[in-house]
């Protein structure tokens, strides 16, 4: 077994470098916990980028996982039917606004999928120029090339040019913006209900319902992408739900197998009825070990009692964080258990320094630090939290 310092060292000699990691090697974890390889403990504000849902150690997972090794089958390609996959895809579409589903692997990947969708859907209506999409400042959809393309980060999206092109940026939340920016040819229009990467910023009824009407008037399919978003994490299963208007698509991953690798695309039957075998497909996508997790994951999440917790630790943890008297804090935004505390510095040395204080944290933009914890957080961590929060701004208040 390679020691901290070996499994580090390796990590800087061996992988391409496109992180930046702290020092320390994860081992182990339990609930909201997470242990290095030197018994060092971190309470988990971040749960892998909003992905480890139910925490660490979910014996109901382990229970999943176990059953579906125990049949011998871990994988069987999209050749055949399995019944954990068939039982997941009847159990999201019962719990959405959905009439069909199609798995992927990957946040990007389900993207990518939406908008191959969404074209085959122009491509039937004759209408060979409607191939425009629209997406919004701040957005993050992904790093492969159509997802990064609706990713409008320069930093991002320069070195990797040219991307798929007719892509025009309205500005998130501005009505007057959207309706300049999608017409009869925009084919897809791709919102998150609440931008995750980009900052934790809420979209506003008004603009949800300007962009749905928007949407129908010009006949453009719309793409809600819940990767972060959803699956609990504002306090309803989808955060569509808390708003006055439903996508034609709506993507979803992060947590859903609560840590295995895997994507949706949740359609209508007007989008699914388009596509065709051979249209799209994938060989991992969708396999039996991480459909039986997730929808283990989704009976979990889905509980009336569990997603009141969310809303009440949530709002608890912003009523916390509003009463922080420090200068460096601007605004205290989001809902449920994905929250955002926007700083007027940067939030890279507040994040180093939660690692001192047995804290993992992660920024959204370079200015926010976002709090998107395993959803079973409770009122005990945030009170830890905030206890070790108010010092660590203490220590950078000059
Ligand atoms: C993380 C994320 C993606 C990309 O998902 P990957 O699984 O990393 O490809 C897309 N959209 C949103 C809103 C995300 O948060």
């Given at each position: 077994m390679?020691?901290?310092?070996?499994?580090?060292?390796?990590?800087?000699?061996?992988?391409?470098?496109?992180?930046?990691?702290?020092?320390?090697?994860?081992?182990?974890?339990?609930?909201?916990?997470?242990?290095?390889?030197?018994g060092?403990?971190?309470?988990?504000?971040?749960?892998?980028?909003?992905?480890?849902a139910?925490?660490?150690?979910?014996?109901?997972?382990?229970?999943?996982?176990?059953?579906?090794?125990?049949?011998?089958?871990?994988?069987?390609?999209n050749?055949?039917?399995?019944?954990?996959?068939?039982?997941?895809?009847?159990?999201?579409?019962?719990?959405?606004?959905?009439?069909?589903?199609?798995?992927?692997?990957?946040?990007?990947?389900?993207?990518?999928?939406?908008?191959?969708?969404?074209?085959?859907?122009?491509?039937?209506?004759?209408?060979?120029?409607?191939?425009?999409?629209?997406?919004f400042?701040?957005?993050?959809?992904g790093r492969?090339?159509?997802?990064?393309?609706?990713?409008?980060?320069?930093?991002?999206?320069?070195p990797?040019?040219?991307?798929?092109?007719?892509?025009?940026?309205?500005?998130?939340?501005?009505?007057?913006?959207?309706k300049?920016?999608?017409?009869d040819n925009?084919?897809?229009?791709i919102?998150?209900p609440?931008q995750?990467?980009?900052?934790?910023?809420?979209a506003?009824?008004e603009?949800?319902?300007?962009v749905?009407q928007?949407?129908?008037?010009?006949?453009?399919?719309?793409?809600?992408?819940?990767?972060?978003?959803?699956?609990?994490?504002?306090?309803?299963?989808?955060?569509?739900?808390?708003?006055?208007?439903?996508p034609?698509?709506?993507?979803?991953?992060?947590?859903?197998?609560?840590g295995?690798?895997?994507?949706a695309i949740?359609?209508?039957?007007?989008?699914?009825?388009?596509?065709?075998?051979?249209?799209?497909?994938?060989?991992?996508?969708?396999?039996?070990?991480?459909?039986?997790?997730?929808?283990?994951?989704?009976?979990?999440?889905s509980?009336?009692?569990?997603?009141?917790?969310?809303?009440?630790?949530?709002?608890?943890?912003?009523?916390?964080?509003?009463?922080?008297?420090?200068?460096?804090?601007?605004?205290?935004?989001?809902?449920g258990?994905?929250?955002?505390?926007?700083?007027?510095?940067?939030?890279?040395?507040?994040?180093?320094?939660?690692y001192?204080?047995?804290?993992?944290?992660?920024?959204?933009?370079?200015?926010?630090?976002?709090?998107?914890?395993?959803?079973?957080?409770e009122?005990?961590?945030?009170?830890?939290?905030?206890?070790?929060?108010?010092?660590?701004?203490?220590?950078?208040?000059?």
């Amino acid at each position: 077994m390679l020691g901290s310092k070996a499994a580090v060292k390796a990590s800087n000699d061996y992988h391409v470098q496109t992180y930046v990691r702290p020092e320390f090697v994860i081992a182990r974890g339990e609930g909201m916990t997470i242990y290095d390889d030197e018994g060092h403990a971190y309470t988990d504000w971040v749960a892998g980028i909003a992905v480890n849902a139910l925490g660490y150690g979910d014996p109901g997972v382990a229970a999943a996982i176990t059953e579906q090794v125990n049949t011998g089958v871990l994988h069987t390609s999209n050749l055949y039917h399995t019944e954990p996959q068939s039982r997941l895809a009847q159990t999201l579409v019962e719990k959405s606004f959905a009439d069909r589903v199609f798995f992927s692997n990957s946040g990007a990947e389900a993207n990518e999928g939406a908008l191959k969708f969404a074209r085959r859907v122009a491509y039937d209506s004759g209408n060979h120029d409607k191939t425009g999409v629209v997406t919004f400042s701040e957005a993050f959809h992904g790093r492969t090339l159509a997802a990064l393309s609706m990713t409008p980060k320069e930093k991002y999206q320069k070195p990797f040019k040219p991307l798929m092109d007719q892509v025009t940026v309205g500005e998130f939340n501005n009505v007057e913006s959207a309706k300049a920016c999608i017409n009869d040819n925009t084919v897809a229009v791709i919102l998150e209900p609440i931008q995750g990467e980009g900052g934790i910023n809420v979209a506003t009824d008004e603009f949800m319902v300007a962009v749905r009407q928007l949407c129908d008037q010009h006949k453009a399919i719309l793409i809600y992408d819940e990767i972060q978003c959803g699956m609990g994490r504002t306090g309803t299963l989808w955060a569509y739900e808390q708003t006055p208007v439903a996508p034609d698509i709506m993507t979803i991953a992060k947590p859903l197998a609560a840590g295995l690798p895997i994507g949706a695309i949740l359609c209508t039957e007007t989008i699914a009825e388009h596509i065709h075998p051979g249209d799209h497909g994938s060989t991992f996508a969708g396999g039996p070990v991480v459909t039986r997790v997730a929808d283990y994951v989704v009976g979990r999440i889905s509980q009336p009692e569990f997603l009141e917790h969310v809303t009440e630790v949530g709002t608890y943890l912003m009523e916390r964080l509003e009463e922080i008297n420090s200068p460096h804090i601007v605004e205290i935004r989001g809902k449920g258990l994905m929250v955002g505390m926007q700083l007027n510095v940067p939030a890279a040395p507040i994040i180093q320094a939660g690692y001192e204080h047995g804290l993992l944290l992660v920024n959204a933009g370079t200015e926010t630090v976002r709090f998107i914890p395993p959803l079973i957080a409770e009122k005990a961590d945030v009170d830890a939290l905030i206890e070790k929060l108010v010092s660590i701004l203490e220590s950078i208040n000059v």
